[in-house]
C-alpha cells in the first residue's frame, strides 16, 4: 500500500520527536506542589538551625559556625543543592534524569536531616550547639516532603528506552 512509503519520509522526525518526549516527565499536580515544598525549603533556610543563636540555615552549610555540626552543615548542603536548585531544574525542564538526581538527593537529604536534628538534639542545652532550631526542622519536613512528591514522578515511568527508530515495538 501506498501509506508506507508516504510515512518514511517523516520516519527520521518522528523518531527525533519521541526520543525527546521519553526523556521528559509529566509533574501534573506534583510540579505546583514541589515549586510550594521548595518556597518552604527556602523559608526553613532562612531561619536559624541552631538554638543558640539566629545563624540562618544557608550560612551554615558556608560558614565554619561553632553552633554547626558537620552533619548540619552537610544536611544544609543538601537542602540547598538537590532541595532547591536540582528540584527547580527538574520542574522546569521536565528532565528525567533531573528528577531521578532530584529524588536521589531529597531522600539522601531527608536521612541526612535526621542525623543533624539528631546530633543538634543529642548536645545538652549549655552546649555550644544549643539544640534545633525552628529552621531545621522546617527545613527537614520539606525535604522529606520533596522526596515523597519525587518518587512516584521518577518511577512513574521506566527509564528503559528502546533505541531510536526500534519498529518492532507494537
Same mark, same amino acid.
Given at each position: ?7 518514511? !519520509? ?6 527525533? *520527536? !519521541?526520543?525527546?518526549?521519553?526523556? !521528559?516527565? !509529566? ?5 505546583? +506542589? *514541589? ?20 545563624? &540562618? %540555615? ?12 558537620? &552533619?548540619?552543615?552537610? #544536611?544544609?548542603? #543538601?537542602?540547598?543543592? #538537590? ?25 539522601? %537529604?531527608?536521612?541526612? %536531616? ?16 544549643? %539544640?534545633?532550631? *525552628? ?8 525535604? +522529606? ?26
Amino acid at each position: 500500500m501506498m501509506v508506507d512509503s508516504d510515512l518514511s !519520509e517523516y520516519r527520521d522526525d518522528l523518531v527525533a *520527536i !519521541e526520543s525527546r518526549v521519553a526523556r !521528559e516527565v !509529566e509533574t501534573g499536580w506534583r510540579g505546583p +506542589a *514541589i515549586a510550594a515544598a521548595v518556597t518552604v525549603l527556602v523559608v526553613g533556610l532562612a531561619l536559624p538551625h541552631t538554638g543558640t543563636g539566629a545563624v &540562618p %540555615g544557608w550560612s551554615v552549610a558556608t560558614a565554619a559556625h561553632s553552633g554547626a555540626g558537620v &552533619p548540619l552543615r552537610v #544536611f544544609t548542603g #543538601f537542602a540547598i543543592v #538537590f532541595g532547591v536548585v536540582v528540584s527547580a531544574v527538574a520542574v522546569t525542564t521536565r528532565r528525567w534524569v533531573a528528577a531521578w538526581i532530584a529524588m536521589a538527593g531529597t531522600g539522601l %537529604g531527608t536521612l541526612l %536531616g535526621m542525623f543533624a536534628y539528631w546530633s543538634q538534639q543529642a548536645m545538652p542545652g549549655t552546649a555550644p550547639r544549643g %539544640g534545633a532550631g *525552628i529552621g531545621l526542622m522546617l527545613t527537614w519536613a520539606a525535604m +522529606a516532603a520533596l522526596a515523597v512528591l519525587w518518587i512516584p514522578i521518577v518511577t512513574s515511568r521506566s527509564n528503559i528506552l528502546p533505541p531510536p527508530g526500534d519498529t518492532d515495538r507494537p
